[in-house]
């Protein structure tokens, strides 16, 4: 599957950063420094979390397997083309600054995103990120760190 899109969006070339979710997108409104993140299927990290509290916010529920592990995956991937349906965006299912900004409101900031979290109870690790032993469990799709530090 490739996206095609039309607007004003740069390659989905993933730039080297600790995230496989860093800016991949064009201009913001705001700080010439600052891009809105473009996130899609297989990304994961703090920005889709954001997305998925943003989207759940707004109604539009991710699931919670992937509001757990801060995975975009298909939950999380229908609840945005719901969102962009509902309000006049093309149904890509990748969040570009267009969707950002009528999630959060248009006078909204790249940076507002580290402000938004989950209820920490449930949704308060990021367990994609591939540092402090995380591991992926390939045969059930998941990402997991071991027990009190036992791998067993």
Request: hydrophobic fraction near 30%; proline fraction near 5%.
């Amino acid at each position: 599957f490739s996206f095609s899109g039309s607007g004003s969006s740069s390659s989905a070339a993933r730039p080297g950063s600790s995230s496989s979710s860093a800016a991949r997108s064009g201009s913001s409104s705001g700080s010439s420094s600052s891009k809105w993140p473009v996130l899609m299927d297989t990304d994961g990290g703090r920005e889709v979390h954001a997305l998925q509290v943003s989207l759940s916010q707004a109604g539009f529920f991710c699931g919670d397997d992937e509001m757990r592990w801060w995975q975009f995956g298909s939950s999380t991937g229908d609840a945005l083309k719901t969102f962009q349906a509902c309000n006049g965006l093309p149904e890509s299912g990748v969040s570009d600054e267009r969707t950002w900004l009528k999630l959060l409101g248009p006078d909204a900031k790249p940076e507002d995103l580290e402000a938004i979290h989950g209820d920490e109870s449930m949704y308060g690790d990021d367990m994609s990120a591939p540092h402090e032993g995380a591991v992926w469990l390939l045969g059930e799709q998941r990402w997991s760190r071991p027990v009190n530090g036992n791998s067993s």
